[in-house]
Every structure is written in C-alpha cells, then in structure tokens.
C-alpha cells in the first residue's frame, strides 16, 4: 500500500529517494496523485485534499491546511485522524500541493499501528474445524476401543491365530470409521461456495461456510453496504419552496419538478448553476468499450472526486444545465478550497450567465458549504428573480429547514452568491465569505439499498442481531437505520468518543442488554476490533464487514469476516474469509442462508454415513458371540464407504435449505455436530434396521442352500483359513454379496430417509433433488459391476446373485423407508 519513492529536500536540493529511507525531519513534497508513506505535519499546503479512506473509512476526500490548531485528549489520547494539519502514510493526495515535515515513519505511523493490530490478532479456528475435529476424536476413540476388544476376544475366547484376529480387529476399526466422511464434507462446502458464488458471495476460507450458520451479530458498514454509495439529490429548497428531484445514482435521467412559477424556476436553475460551479467533480458517461472500476455496474454513469459534488452536477443536469458548457461561458478566475474549520467552499467567476442572474459588476462569486455557516455569512435573501435584505425571521425559517431535511437523513448543503469586482480576486477570503446573498439549500441521500429493509427483517425473524459501526455521524447513520428498520424505537448511537470512556466490562453489559438497533458512530480501527471481541467474549458468533485497511483487525478477529469486493482494499479482502463482489448487504443474509443450510445438509449425510456403520459392524459382533463367518470382508466394507455412499451423501450435501429454517434463532456455538440425536438415530434407529436386514439376507443364502446355524458354526474356521472347498466358499461369496447388496438398498431407501429429521419425504417430493436419483443410479451400476465384472468379482470376492435374492432387495427400501416415516410421526406427534 505504500509507495516505493518519495520526493525529499536533501540538503536543500529535492531528491527522489526510497521510501524506506525517510527519517523523522525529512522535509516531503507532495503533490495531487501521489501516495503518502510516512506521518507528516504540513507547513505548506495549497488547495490540499487527501483520500485518507484506506485508513478513516471515510469515501469523501477531506481538506487539510498548514495552520496551527489547538489538539484536545480523548480518553487520554490525540485523536490524531482529526487533526486537520497532520497528514498520513497510506493516504494519498486527492487534489492540490503540498510541503511537509516527517513526523513518523514505519511501524510508528497511523498505518503502522493498524498493521500491528492485524499481524497481533490470531485468527480462530472456525466452528467447523472445532467440531471436525471432536468428531474425528470420539471416532478415533471408539474405533480403536473396539478394534481391541474384538481382537481381544478373537484371540482369547475364540481361539483365532494372533494375524486372523489382527486382521478383524483392523475390519472393525474399518467398520467404525466413517471414510467417506471428510471427503464428503469437503465437496459439500465446494458446491456450497458455488452456489455462494452464484448470489456474488466469494468464499477464501472454506469452513467458513458452515460458521455462518451459527452467526448471532452482524457488524456492518453503512456507507455502499446498507447504501449504495451513489449520493443524488432528492430536493431543493428556496424561500417558501420545497422542490422534488427524481431519480436515483449518478444517471441524469430524472427531473426537478419546478411547477408553473417562472420565477421558481429561474432561482432553481440559479441554485443548481452555482453549485455545479462551485464544484470540482466530474461524470463520465462509460461506453460498452470502457471499463467500469466495479464488477457489478450499478450505472453508465461513473463520479470522478466528490461524490457531493458529483451528485450537484447531476442534478444541474436534470434541469437542463450543461456544466462544461457553464463552465465555459464563466471561468473560474479564484478559488478558496472547503476546509474543516470554514467549512465551506468559494469560486470567483467571470460572471457571463445574465439569463439567470444580472450582473452590472464583472464578477460573481458562488459559496457552497454547511447551511448554517454559510447563513451566518449572508446578509441579504434572493427571492423572485431580486435580491433584498435578510430579515432575522427567514434566517430561522432557513434554519428549520435544515434541520427539519437533516433529521429525515439528508446531508444539506447551503448555497450563497456575491456580487463584486476587483476585490472579489483581491480579498482574503474571511472578507470574501462577507456579506452573501442567500440562494437555497440541496438536500441530497446516500439510498439505502432497496433490497436491504427486506435482509434487515430476515436478519431479525432469524434471531440474528444487526448492529451499525460507521465512520459516519451518528445522526445520519440514524435516518438510514430507521430507513431500513434497523431502528423501530428509539435509537442507541454510541460515538466513538463516548466508546473510549467505557470499560471492557461496561461495553459488554451494554451490548448485552441491547442487541438490536446499536449504532456505533465516529469509530477508530481499535475501538471497531474492541467491539468484536466483547461481542466475542459473550459467545456470540460475529460476521463483520470491512473494506479498509483501518478494517483489517476486525476482519481478522471475527468468526467470519466479510471484505467488500467493489470498495474494498487488498489488505480487507486478504484479511477476510468471504468477499461481497456486490458490496451488498443482503448478500450477506444469503450467505447466512446457505450457511444454515451446509450445517444442515452435514447432519443429513453424517446421519447416512454413520447408519451404515452399524450393518458393517455387526457382522464382526455375530462371527464373535455366534461364532459364524463374517458377513461382510473388509473390501466390502470399503466399497460401502469409499464407492457406493459417497455420491448419495454429496447429493445430501446439495440440499436446498429447509423452509422455516430462517425462522429459527441461531444454533447455539457450543452445540455439537454429532450430538446425542443423531447418534440415536443412526446408531440407535436406522442402523440397527439396516444390519438386520443384512443378517438376514447373509444367513438367508445360506439357508437356502440347507446350512442351518449349527453347520456354519462347523464350517467357519474352514472358511476363516479359506481351506474349504469350492462349493462352500461359493455360497460364503454368494452370501457376503447378498448382504452387500441389501445395505445397499437399505442405504437408497436411507438417502431418502435423511433428507430431513423431521419433513415427511412426501411433503419434501422424491424428485425435488435430482442429485439423488443420479447418486442411486451410480451406486447401484457400481454395484452390479462389482458382481458381474469378473476383475472385480475377483478383487472383492463377490458371487452373482440370483432372482429371488435380486427380488428381496427391491423390497429394502421402502421397509426403511416406511419405519422411518412411522418415527417422523412419532417425533412430530
């Protein structure tokens, strides 16, 4: 972010240097264009504006000067952004030139210490990662448990060799782990981040994902997030009169409705001619051959500097004026920039627009700025086409104007006018800014965001809090929060200011009592990390959005942080796990919604994978206590879980999200993937069904070829040291097959099953996921390949089935099928 050059006096000459050796003392200059790369206080400055939004997240350029001020300590410290004569690395000069004297440098300026806070803040391990890893540890710990207890009792209660009983301890610590678990998970979050991706949400940390469904806090930006960032002016106010301007962002399309008075319509036209002079913005119409900055163009139009300004010139354009050409019949001959102090902004102009205003002197001035200061220097009132003395009444009438158009959520600019001559290029500009005549005011609005009142509601029916954090003032963020009922009652606006005489603990107990509708104004990139972490510290999961650099701690200390793609920064998109490319916030709410559907979606398939651990298990548990064959090898056991489960669980994995789930409150963080009603199911429900159905089916071959339990018990060691004969080990193939082919069926009439814990399948339809009939479909061709394809008939020992066998299996899934809707009832009951 910082620039490898800076222009430096070296013993008096100037000298291009590296960066990276300035020293404190060094004397800069700086000119429009150039980054900034040390902290510096000016000693020389003309018409010097600086975009400073990498590290303010302010978008709007701000003036700064070489004049002494007087600094003031909040909470003990300077707040050094606020100081008008202090410039800082990371900035970069918007307009004008500049001398100053380096202050700081490296990690001791502004831009360092933000870069010290991101580097110091460790990123936490997602709530995904967590529960993986808890899962992985209870598998591993009953897996093993188990493997040793079988190899125990093979050896010591059944008599098997030290191998044999090695090899079926490893077959049940097979049986138990889930292998197709992770894979699965890992392709579920990848179709979860296209679809993602799809609604213009970019996912960098794929675990993120299944976070969001856990998310309790949104800490959100206002300016492009909840607004589009696009200031247009919405009315005009002169004397008496209130006009209405249509149209929204920066396409000139609309039009000021001036009514029939003639006089009204030249004052307008007065109003909107001075403020598109007094500006140094300007539109580019983009053609399809030029490159728009965004990757979601919102207009053919594009502002170039003040988008204030900007948004002056677009509505002088829907009155019919043409600023280049106003600009042209009236050059400007003078300018005194805006400044924090003034605030306001002055142009001197050779006046040739006598069809809007008479002039006998040759020059006119027009200052634009802060309604009230711009009133506390007029002395007369332009009204009806002639100009007379300001009466103490209209000034209030002014006044209540301003605030009544501020309070609604406008930002309100006063514009005012001088007649003169020579003097007007002559005067300093206090004398200057003397004795105007009042013209009106330009109310303009940063729009919400049409589709965000509507995430705002979703955000609040599904539990999940909203809070503001801006850099904006607390009454302006205040109309757009009521704007898109964020705010209902009344609002809560905490400065920054005030945010720095709280404790840690005061702060948490605030944010505790009221969740909904904060409002954190004016805030430091400290004081927006502070606020995440105690939101933390409550348990909460927080998603904060960010696009500064002054944004990059926050974004690295919340579960998940949100970077804007359009706006945003290198250094926020890196530090963030998802990136917005609409810089929208009900982007957001849609990626919370895939989020509660990923969480979702891995109880289904966890819930399918594990049910068919127990039919793989219990073959193991019968050839110990019952003392038989086992009715599945090891090979098959793996089929199951690498082959045939894998693609019904991702089509699990693609689910849509269940209706009425964003009606639900968020689930706690704490509560477990694996939790005690899933393993009951699994486990407890369909499992046990699936393993019988395979026991049966296993000693059914054998029954049909006249072994009854007694002659296998006979004939099982033969079989384990596959020393018996050919006949025998046919029908043992046959039979291992048969019950292969059973949890399979089972497991397609599970997929079914799974789609939802509580949602009868015929209120969900059997064929609203096509995935899933594509995932029986594979399984089963891989199945009858297995049988029938004589490579793999041999690798896996399998036998081909006959009719009647092929017959039984087709009744397996709706048998499942069929008790799980019975428990479903159940349950709902």
């Known amino acids: 972010m910082l620039p490898a050059q800076v222009k430096v006096y070296r013993n008096g000459n100037l000298q291009v240097i590296p960066a990276r050796e300035l020293v404190r003392g060094d004397v800069i200059q700086l000119e429009e264009g150039d980054r900034i790369s040390a902290d510096a206080r000016l000693v020389a400055a003309e018409t010097f504006y600086v975009d400073a939004s990498v590290l303010t997240g302010e978008s709007l350029p701000v003036a700064r000067h ?282 001197v102009l050779d006046w040739q627009l006598a069809e809007l205003w008479s002039n006998e002197l040759p020059y006119l001035s027009f200052t634009k700025g802060a309604p009230l200061e711009i009133l506390h220097h007029c002395r007369f009132i332009f009204q009806d086409g002639r100009v007379r003395d300001l009466t103490e009444i209209e000034k209030a009438e002014i006044a209540e104007a301003n605030d009544r158009l501020a309070s609604e959520g406008f930002r309100v600019l006063g514009v005012a006018a001088r007649k003169g001559g020579q003097e007007l290029l002559e005067q300093e500009h206090y004398d200057l800014e003397q004795n105007l005549t009042f013209i009106g005011l330009a109310a303009m609005l940063d729009p919400p965001r049409p589709e965000v009142a509507g995430a705002i509601a979703r955000c609040q029916e599904a539990g999940i809090a909203v809070t503001m954090i801006t850099g904006d003032y607390g009454l302006t963020a205040e ?189 706690q963080k704490s509560q477990p993937l694996l939790d005690r009603s899933l393993l009951a199911r699994a486990y407890g429900f369909l499992g046990p069904l699936e393993a019988l159905a395979g026991m049966t089916a296993f000693l059914a071959v054998w029954w049909s070829y006249g072994y009854g339990l007694a002659e296998l018990q006979t004939i099982s060691p033969a079989i384990l040291a596959h020393s018996a004969d050919t006949t025998t080990m046919y029908i043992y193939q046959q039979a291992t097959t048969f019950n292969l082919a059973t949890i399979v069926a089972c497991q397609t009439g599970n997929v079914f099953a799974c789609r939802s814990e509580r949602v009868s399948i015929f209120r969900l339809g059997f064929f609203s996921n096509n995935l899933i009939w594509l995932g029986i479909a594979i399984e089963w061709i891989l199945i009858l390949l297995i049988i029938y394809l004589s490579p793999l008939e041999t690798i896996f020992s399998t036998a081909p089935l006959t009719i009647w066998q092929w017959l039984i299996l087709s009744i397996w899934p709706p048998l499942l099928l069929i008790a799980e809707e019975l428990r479903k009832r159940l349950v709902r009951w």
Not at 247 to 264: L, Q
Not at 574 to 595: K, M, R
Request: with cysteine; net charge positive.
């Open 66 to 347: 070489a004049e002494p001020v007087k600094t003031t300590l909040h909470n003990g410290r300077i707040q050094a952004a606020e100081i008008s004569n202090l410039i800082f690395a990371g900035s970069a000069v918007a307009a004008g030139r500049g001398v100053a004297v380096v202050c700081a440098t490296g990690t001791r300026t502004e831009f360092g210490h933000v870069a010290h806070l991101t580097a110091t803040v460790k990123r936490k391990p997602s709530t995904l990662e967590v529960q993986i890893a808890k899962i992985v540890r209870f598998i591993t710990a009953l897996a093993i448990i188990m493997g040793v207890l079988v190899f125990l009792l093979t050896y010591l209660l059944v008599g098997m060799e030290a191998t044999e009983s090695f090899v079926f301890a490893i077959g049940i610590i097979v049986a138990f782990v889930p292998e197709g678990l992770l894979p699965t998970v890992t392709l579920a979050l990848a179709i979860s981040v296209q679809r993602m991706a799809r609604r213009n949400a970019l996912v960098r940390r794929l675990s993120a994902v299944e976070t969001l469904s856990a998310t309790s806090v949104i800490c959100t930006d206002k300016t492009g997030t909840l607004t589009k960032n696009e200031m247009t002016v919405r009315a005009l106010w002169i004397p008496n009169t209130e006009i209405e301007v249509t149209g929204a962002g920066y396409d000139p399309s609309g039009e000021v409705r001036y009514g029939i008075n003639p006089k009204t319509s030249l004052q307008i036209k007065l109003l909107l001619a001075g403020a598109a002079l007094c500006s140094n913005a300007r539109l580019i119409h983009l053609t399809s051959s030029e490159p728009k900055r965004s990757l979601i163009p919102t207009s053919s139009w594009q502002e170039i500097g003040d988008p204030t300004e900007a948004a002056l010139l677009v509505a002088a354009l829907k009155a019919g004026l043409q600023p280049e050409q106003l600009q042209q019949r009236s050059p400007r001959l003078r300018e005194v920039p805006f400044d924090s102090k003034r605030r306001m902004m002055t142009v």
């Open 479 to 667: 109309a757009i929060a009521r704007r898109i009922g964020l705010v209902t009652d009344k609002a809560r606006i905490i400065t920054g200011e005030a945010l720095g005489h709280l404790s840690d603990a005061q702060l948490r107990q605030f944010i505790h009592h009221r969740r909904n509708g904060l409002i954190f104004a004016r805030v430091m990139p400290e004081q927006k990390l502070r606020i995440v972490q105690a939101y933390e510290s409550l348990g909460h999961v927080v998603a904060v959005t960010g696009d500064g650099v002054n944004d990059a701690p926050a974004l690295q200390a919340a579960n998940i942080g949100i970077a804007m793609g359009i706006s945003g920064t290198d250094v926020a998109r890196e530090a963030a796990d998802i990136v917005l490319l609409d810089d929208n916030f009900a982007t957001i709410v849609s990626a919370i919604e895939q989020g509660r559907a990923v969480y979702q979606n891995i109880r289904k398939f966890m819930t399918y994978i594990f049910a068919s651990n127990m039919p793989e298990i219990v073959p193991f548990l019968a050839m110990v206590i019952l003392k038989i064959p086992p009715a599945l090898i090891v090979l098959q056991i793996l089929v199951i879980d690498l082959g045939t489960d894998m693609i019904p669980a991702l089509a699990l994995g693609a689910e849509k999200l269940e209706v009425g789930t964003m009606r639900q409150p968020p689930r």
